[in-house]
C-alpha cells in the first residue's frame, strides 16, 4: 500500500495538513504515557484537519512499527551523543518517512524535522539533527533492506533491534517459532496492513473497484479509498464492515463446519468475547442465531454499534445474563491475549506490552475457556482463538485448560507472512463428547 506523499516545504497551511509537532506529542503520549495508539490519535482529533488526521495515523503508526530499526540506525550514527527525549521522537519522526515511506521528499522532511526543532531545542540540536537525518536519508535503502545480522545469537538484542521487537519479545518469538519463521513474521509486520472489509453480498463489491479475496464476502478496499471509513459509500446502509482477512477465514472456516454437524438445523452460538463485534456479525450473516455478550462492559458499546449497522438480529446480552441460557451448539472465545499477531494494524503493541503480563493473561484465558466449555452442549463446538503468536496463549493454553471430553476438529496457524497474509492467528475448534 502506498504512503501518502510526504509534505512540501513548510507553512502554516502545512503545518495543518502534516502537524509533525502534534506526532512527536503522540508518540510522547505512547511511549512515556503507556497510552494506548488510537487513544493518542483521538485525543488530538480535535486539533487537526481530516487529512492531517490521515497523515498522523500513517505517520505515528510507521514510526512505531518501524522504531526498532530507526533507533538502531539513530545511534549507529549518533555514536555517544545519542538523542533522547523530545528531541529523539521528533528525529524518529523524521526518520521513519526518510525509511519506511516510499514516496518522500527527503529534504522537505529534513527541512521541516529541523525547523520544529529549532523552534524547541534551538541551534546547536537543530544542526545534530539536521546531520543525522541527512546520514540516515543518504543510506534509507540499506537501513530499509537490512540484512539479518547473521553474526552472534539470532535472539541477541541487534536481531531484536533489526526486527523491530522488544528483546523480550523477540526471544519468545524464537524459541516458539524459530529463526526463519521468526524472521519472515518480523519482516512482514513492518508492512501496512491491507484494509479487508466484508461485504454482505458476496458477488457485488460493496465499494467501487474492490478485489474478492479468497474467502466468499471478503473484498480488499481499493487503494484509492481514503479517509475515515464510516464515510465510505455503503457503511450507514451496513452493506459491508472492516475485517482483517484473518478473522474473515476463522469465521468461515468454523461457521462452516458447526452448520455441517447441525445439518438443516440452525446452529445457536455464544460470543463471549465478541466486541468489537465481527465474528458476531459474520457468524449472523453466515445462518448462524448468535448471541453476544463481552466481559469489558466499556467494549460493549462498540459491539452495539457495530450490531444496530449491520446485523440487527444478533441478540446482546448482559456478562451475568449468560448464567440462563440454553447449552449452545457453538461457544467462540477470542480471548484476551498479548496481542503479538496484530503488530502490523497495532504497532503500538510492540512497546506497550509487558512480559509480566502474560502470567494474568493465562489466568484469563483459562477462566474463559473452562467458563465456554461450559455452555457448550454434547455434540456442540468451542472454538478459542487469540490473535496471537505465542505458543503459551494458543496450543498450551488449551492443554492447561484440560477439558474433559474434547476432540480437535480444526486448527488454524495464520500470520502475516503466511497466505492470506492477515493478522496472526492460532484457533481451534473442539467438539464435546
Known amino acids: 500500500m502506498a504512503a501518502p506523499k510526504s509534505s512540501p516545504p513548510t507553512s502554516s497551511a502545512n503545518e495543518k495538513r502534516y502537524p509533525r509537532a502534534v506526532a512527536v506529542r503522540i508518540l510522547a503520549r505512547v511511549l512515556s504515557d503507556h497510552e494506548p495508539l ?14 492531517g488526521r490521515a497523515w498522523l495515523q500513517e505517520v505515528c503508526s510507521g514510526t512505531l ?20 527525549g523530545w528531541l529523539r521522537r521528533a528525529i524518529l519522526v523524521g526518520a521513519y518517512q526518510l525509511v519506511g515511506q516510499d514516496r518522500t521528499s527527503p529534504g522537505a522532511t529534513v527541512s521541516e524535522t529541523v525547523n520544529i526543532i529549532k523552534k524547541k531545542e534551538g541551534e546547536a540540536p537543530a544542526k545534530f539533527a539536521n546531520a543525522l537525518l541527512r546520514r540516515i536519508a543518504e543510506d534509507a535503502e540499506r537501513w530499509r533492506a537490512l540484512p539479518f545480522p547473521e553474526r552472534g545469537k539470532p535472539e541477541s538484542d541487534e536481531a531484536a533491534s533489526w526486527a523491530s521487537l522488544p528483546e523480550w519479545l523477540w526471544k519468545r518469538i ?29 458477488k457485488t463489491p460493496p465499494l467501487e473497484g474492490a478485489e474478492a479475496g479468497p474467502v466468499a464476502g471478503s473484498w480488499r478496499s481499493p487503494p484509492q479509498s481514503s479517509g475515515a471509513v ?18 474473515q477465514t476463522l469465521v468461515d472456516g468454523i461457521s462452516a463446519e458447526v452448520k455441517r454437524a447441525c445439518g438443516s438445523k440452525t446452529p445457536r452460538a455464544l460470543d463471549l ?9 459474520g457468524l449472523a450473516w453466515s445462518g448462524i442465531d448468535v448471541t453476544a455478550t463481552d466481559r469489558d462492559e466499556t467494549r460493549v458499546a462498540l459491539l ?47 512497546w ?34 487469540v490473535c496471537s503468536v505465542l505458543v503459551e496463549e494458543g496450543a498450551d493454553a488449551v492443554a492447561r485448560a484440560g477439558l474433559t471430553g474434547a476432540t480437535e476438529i480444526k486448527r488454524w496457524e495464520l500470520a502475516p507472512q503466511l497466505e492470506p497474509y492477515g493478522d496472526g492467528f492460532w484457533a481451534v475448534l473442539l467438539q464435546k463428547s
Request: charged letters at 30%.
Open 273 to 281: 468475547c465478541a466486541a468489537p463485534g465481527g465474528k458476531s456479525v
Open 352 to 385: 506497550l506490552r509487558q512480559e509480566r503480563e502474560l502470567a494474568s493473561l493465562a489466568l484469563v484465558q483459562l477462566e474463559l475457556l473452562r467458563e465456554g466449555w461450559s455452555k457448550v452442549r454434547p455434540g456442540g463446538f468451542l472454538a478459542f482463538s
Open 38 to 51: 488510537d487513544e493518542a490519535l483521538a485525543a488530538v482529533s480535535g486539533e487537526v484537519t481530516p487529512e
Open 65 to 84: 512499527r518501524w522504531k526498532g530499526r530507526l533507533d538502531q540506525a539513530i545511534d549507529a550514527i549518533a555514536l555517544k551523543k545519542k538523542p533522547t
Open 230 to 247: 464510516h464515510r465510505w459509500d455503503g457503511f450507514v446502509e451496513g452493506r459491508f464492515f472492516v475485517q482483517d482477512i484473518s478473522s
Open 304 to 350: 452495539r454499534q457495530t450490531v444496530e449497522r449491520v446485523a440487527p438480529e444478533v441478540k446482546i446480552v448482559p456478562r451475568a445474563a449468560i448464567d440462563a441460557l440454553e447449552l449452545q451448539d457453538l461457544v467462540w472465545v477470542d480471548s484476551p491475549c498479548s496481542g503479538t499477531g496484530i503488530l502490523r494494524r497495532h504497532p503500538d503493541v510492540r
Open 174 to 202: 524464537v524459541r516458539d517459532r524459530g529463526i526463519e519463521w521468526s524472521r519472515a513474521y518480523a519482516q512482514a509486520s513492518l508492512e501496512r496492513p491491507q484494509i479487508w472489509i466484508r461485504g454482505r453480498d458476496a
